[in-house]
């Protein structure tokens, strides 16, 4: 079974530029997540989608920032325009939706893209 | 906020069991802890976790004191692979899903 993919996995782009970042879920995973983690921080969660809806997006920084989920299989996040401060590593992961009541669902983690801003 | 304590950094010696501590002494009944591993250059991974009693599956053991105030990651026969920053992560048992908190993390550096 294939894991959680992203693309690209590098991105170099300049001051003002949009990026738009990709995420592949594991097949059959409603929920889908990103994280980031820039320079010297901790991982820090942005947004959650449950299918193509937005269930929680509490971490997104600003409104620079765009998830989408269409269709509720892949999904993007756009950065317009990047700023400096952008640059990290963004981190894609999905899980299983499972009732609740009970245990939290397990994560599963794509590689990440590696954004530079410049 | 993260709400456990961890070790910024420890050594353990490859074949030697590597015992990862974490503090969560304000963790509520119905919260379990997690443990995640990001190796360099790839995405977090999950290992275990657990509620009250210790847990073990292929990767790991999990040992949760009875208070269930600390617990300690067991990487019994540790190899160079096992280099990582890790994670210990507490999570309400509400279930559904919602986003993990990362903190600082472990980082363990496996010597040859």
């Known amino acids: 079974e294939a894991g959680v993919t992203q693309f690209p996995s590098h991105s170099v782009i300049e001051k003002g530029q949009t990026v738009t970042l990709r995420c592949d879920p594991i097949?059959?995973?409603?929920?889908l997540y990103w994280y980031r983690r820039v320079m010297g921080k901790e991982i820090k969660f942005l947004l959650h989608?449950?299918?193509?809806?937005?269930?929680?997006e509490s971490g997104m920084p600003n409104n620079r920032f765009l998830a989408e989920r269409t269709g509720g299989t892949y999904s993007t996040l756009k950065v317009q325009p990047a700023e400096l401060e952008d640059s990290g590593v963004y981190f894609c992961?999905?899980?299983?939706?499972?009732?609740?009541?009970?245990?939290?669902?397990?994560?599963?983690f794509g590689p990440g893209t590696r954004l530079l801003v410049l | 906020d993260a709400k456990t304590t961890q070790p910024p950094s420890m050594d353990c010696a490859e074949g030697r069991a590597a015992n990862l501590p974490c503090n969560h002494s304000?963790?509520?009944?119905?919260?379990?802890v997690y443990w995640y591993r990001q190796i360099h250059s790839q995405g977090p991974q999950y290992i275990i976790h657990?509620?009250?009693n210790n847990e073990t599956n292929e990767m790991a053991s999990l040992i949760i004191t009875e208070d269930r105030k600390s617990s300690t990651l067991i990487l019994p026969h540790a190899t160079l692979r096992d280099t990582a920053v890790y994670y210990c992560?507490?999570?309400?048992?509400?279930?559904?899903?919602?986003?993990?908190?990362f903190g600082k993390g472990t980082h363990l550096i496996i010597q040859p």
């Open positions: 992961a999905s899980s299983q939706v499972v009732p609740s009541g009970g245990l939290k669902e397990t994560q599963y």
């Open positions: 097949s059959g995973h409603d929920n």
């Open positions: 989608f449950v299918k193509e809806s937005k269930q929680d």
């Open positions: 304000t963790i509520s009944g119905n919260e379990y």
């Open positions: 657990g509620l009250k």
């Open positions: 992560i507490v999570r309400d048992s509400g279930g559904g899903a919602d986003g993990l908190t």
